[in-house]
């Protein structure tokens, strides 16, 4: 299972950005999945999330802000994030919790994207 991250990029505070990612491979349900992130000399934390028949979760400083959304094959997501604010700078990783044909479920993270918001 790979998950392909794109669309980050160098944006002015106030602007918006949309960063999708695709899940290929050998999926047979998606459970989870959406974006976490990761600022310079923090830890990592929740984006957002969607969860397969309970619907999507948002970090409290993203909430309102950025709209997590799926098209119709539930294997690729989009983030849109608005407003963006200069504490919004991270890499942005893809996450996937995916059950597989072999029964279980199994944790993927994308290789990350840059998203730098800066005047």
């Known amino acids: 299972v790979q998950l392909q991250a794109s669309g980050g990029g160098l944006v002015q505070p106030g602007e918006s950005l949309r960063i999708s990612c695709k899940a290929s491979g050998k999926i047979n349900v998606v459970n989870i999945m959406g974006w976490y992130r990761q600022a310079p000399g923090k830890e990592r934390e929740l984006v957002a999330t969607?969860?397969?028949?309970?619907?999507?979760k948002y970090g409290d400083s993203v909430k309102d802000r950025f709209t997590l959304s799926r098209v119709g094959d539930d294997k690729t997501v989009y983030l849109q994030m608005d407003s963006l604010k200069p504490e919004d700078t991270a890499v942005y990783y893809c996450?996937?919790?995916?059950?597989?044909?072999?029964?279980?479920?199994?944790?993927?993270w994308g290789q990350g994207t840059l998203v730098t918001v800066s005047s």
């Open positions: 996450y996937g919790n995916f059950y597989t044909y072999s029964g279980g479920s199994v944790d993927y």
């Open positions: 969607f969860t397969n028949g309970r619907g999507i």
